[in-house]
């Protein structure tokens, strides 16, 4: 049988301890609680994310191993080298957050439903009206056809979904958002767990313990929330 802490509805109670944190399902650590402003900044601080289907209390979870990008080490392959250098997509940030996340919360092979509930999406808009959440879209003839969101907390990037209506479209939002995040001295994107798309472009898996160092000593530098724009 699963025990589980449940979390009240002060969005400032802290979290239980990580080493509680299940090892199947891997990282699950509580339930309950409430996804305010609060709550949702305390737990990516911490290395923990909100994920579980409609109908279902919140879960929140924290991984071990945790799958992460370095962005000055992203892999491009030699053909979306060629399809980015023939300039047929633009990239934007932040101008289409509410169509990025709902293209995230559309169907797709082999997943009958989507984790991006109505209370998901209204958490992370909220988010992103605070200059936390973050959207990187790929446009081609001014339709959005690919991109990604995610939050930004000092320089920590942690990526929630992406879409791809045409190929490569959220790999080049992913190139671009790792540019982006390299100018501006982030130090990793938190990709949360593994597939097999984001380890072709150079993600990898590290202990949670070295995440969790990662993200106690950058989460809160240089931490200004605020609209993205291309420079």
Not at 99 to 125: E, F, L
Not at 201 to 223: C, T
């Amino acid at each position: 049988m699963i025990h589980l802490q449940w979390l009240d509805r002060n969005p400032e109670a802290p979290f239980p301890s990580l080493d509680k944190a299940l090892t199947e399902p891997n990282g699950l650590l509580a339930a309950g609680g409430d996804l305010s402003v609060t709550r949702l900044l305390n737990a990516y601080r911490h290395g923990i994310f909100p994920w579980y289907n409609e109908g279902e209390p919140i879960l929140w979870w924290s991984p071990d191993p945790r799958c992460i990008l370095f962005p000055e080490k992203i892999k491009i392959s030699r053909s979306l080298k060629k399809t980015i250098k023939k300039k047929n997509f633009t990239v934007k940030l932040d101008t289409a957050f509410t169509d990025v996340i709902h293209a995230c919360a559309g169907p797709r092979k082999h997943q009958p439903g989507t984790w991006i509930t109505n209370d998901i999406y209204d958490a992370y808009y909220a988010l992103h009206q605070l200059g936390y959440a973050h959207s990187i879209e790929c446009w081609q003839n001014n339709e959005l056809v690919g991109g990604l969101y995610g939050i930004a907390i000092g320089q920590i990037f942690f990526g929630e979904s992406m879409f791809s209506k045409v190929p490569d479209a959220s790999k080049i939002a992913l190139v671009y958002l790792c540019q982006y995040l390299t100018e501006h001295h982030f130090k990793i994107i938190d990709s949360q767990v593994h597939t097999h798309h984001l380890e072709s472009m150079g993600a990898e898996m590290v202990p949670r313990d070295l995440f969790i160092s990662i993200v106690k000593e950058y989460v809160n530098q240089n931490d200004n929330p605020g609209k993205w724009t291309i420079e």
